[in-house]
């Protein structure tokens, strides 16, 4: 069994920063990408960034400049510095991973989420 596990979520003020964290536990062999998402209400869910396992990282538009994502490999864990935070940036974040267990094909896993609302 896999889980992936979000923490550092919480209500800031528009200007702030937030760092979240999401940490792999279980059956890990190895783990190529991981990625934050989020979900706004009333919102689908879109992706804000991905980690590549060799460090290659890729931003929506919207949190480019803002946002920075970096991962510890002997950890399993990824991170997301968020800053400048607007109430556009309100939703629940959520990470995903590409990993492999036993078996040759990765597989996806998605942790529970964690709420960011940015409100002064």
């Known amino acids: 069994q896999v889980q992936l596990v979000e923490s550092g979520g919480g209500l800031v003020q528009p200007g702030g920063s937030l760092r979240l964290s999401c940490a792999a536990s279980?059956?890990?062999?190895?783990?190529?990408?991981m990625r934050w998402a989020r979900q706004a209400p009333g919102k689908q869910r879109e992706l804000v960034a991905g980690i590549t396992n060799s460090g290659s990282t890729s931003y929506a538009d919207s949190v480019k400049g803002r946002f920075t994502i970096s991962r510890d490999n002997a950890k399993n864990t990824v991170y997301l510095q968020m800053n400048s935070l607007t109430p556009e940036d309100t939703a629940v974040y959520f990470c995903?991973?590409?990993?492999?267990?036993?078996?040759?094909?990765?597989?996806?896993?998605w942790g529970q989420g964690t709420q960011v609302t940015v409100s002064s």
């Open positions: 995903n991973a590409d990993i492999i267990t036993g078996l040759p094909s990765p597989i996806t896993y």
């Open positions: 279980g059956s890990i062999f190895s783990i190529y990408v």
